[in-house]
């Protein structure tokens, strides 16, 4: 079974701190995403890497950073961390489709972050 | 830009009865079509993917694509109290290199014992 793991469930940071969100798939898989969902609003994709050291916004980029040093670990990095920035954040990995079928997107269990 | 439309209910289907949940796409290019379902407070988990016109069953689900309306659909069958959650439709463009999904906001589904 793919297994996707975020550090930590919940987290609890302060306005203006520098956070990192962990994840680490071990499935070999190239692409690995960081998305956020908010009631309402779905899931939406902050930044993408399909490959080491490679990386490609995603619809919100805004205020987030990423980097992907090693093929099974994707950071998602809060530069100043802000209110508007309390959210789920799921990560998730996938192969590419080279062959139909092998491009599902396996999901973390999330981390809750609230920024006060 | 490209969009994944689905219905946010709630959606409240008697037990043991069918359930149907839809989902629209703008994009005839796409190649890939995902249901995940999403208990509250959890991660989205994989029921089912299609990629060609026609039905996929798995067990009681039932996965419907049609292409030309751009369109793909879940049905539940014998639905059970623990189909409960939140489905999200996800639909891949199908540009390699750029394999990014856009997810609908889900449609809640209650099952009524």
């Known amino acids: 079974d793919v297994k996707v793991t975020q550090s930590s469930r919940y987290l609890v940071k302060r306005t203006g701190e520098k956070v990192f969100l962990e994840c680490v798939q071990d499935?070999?898989?190239?692409?690995m995403f960081w998305y956020r969902q908010d009631p309402g609003l779905g899931l939406r994709l902050i930044y993408f890497?399909?490959?080491?050291?490679?990386?490609e916004k995603g619809d919100i980029p805004e205020g987030y950073s990423v980097s992907r040093e090693k093929k099974e670990r994707f950071s998602l990095i809060l530069e100043s961390a802000s209110t508007n920035q309390t959210s789920m954040y799921l990560c998730?990995?996938?192969?590419?489709?080279?062959?139909?079928?092998?491009?599902?997107?396996?999901f973390g269990p999330g981390t809750r972050l609230t920024v006060l | 830009q490209k969009e994944v439309e689905q219905n946010s209910g709630p959606l409240s289907v008697p037990e043991g009865a069918i359930a149907s949940l839809n989902c629209t796409y703008s994009?005839?290019?796409?190649?890939?079509f995902f249901w995940y379902r999403q208990y509250s407070g959890k991660s989205p988990e994989l029921i089912m993917s299609?990629?060609?016109?026609g039905d996929k069953e798995d067990g009681r689900f039932t996965a419907q694509l049609n292409k030309a309306s751009q369109y793909v659909s879940l049905l539940i069958r014998d639905s059970q109290p623990s189909d409960s959650a939140t489905y999200l439709c996800?639909?891949?463009?199908?540009?390699?290199?750029?394999?990014?999904?856009?997810f609908g906001t889900g449609t809640r589904l209650t099952i009524i014992p």
């Open positions: 998730a990995s996938s192969l590419p489709p080279r062959v139909v079928g092998t491009d599902t997107q396996y």
């Open positions: 499935m070999d898989h190239e692409n």
């Open positions: 890497s399909y490959d080491v050291k490679m990386k």
């Open positions: 994009d005839r290019g796409s190649q890939s």
């Open positions: 299609i990629y060609s016109n």
């Open positions: 996800a639909v891949d463009w199908g540009d390699f290199g750029n394999e990014k999904l856009t």
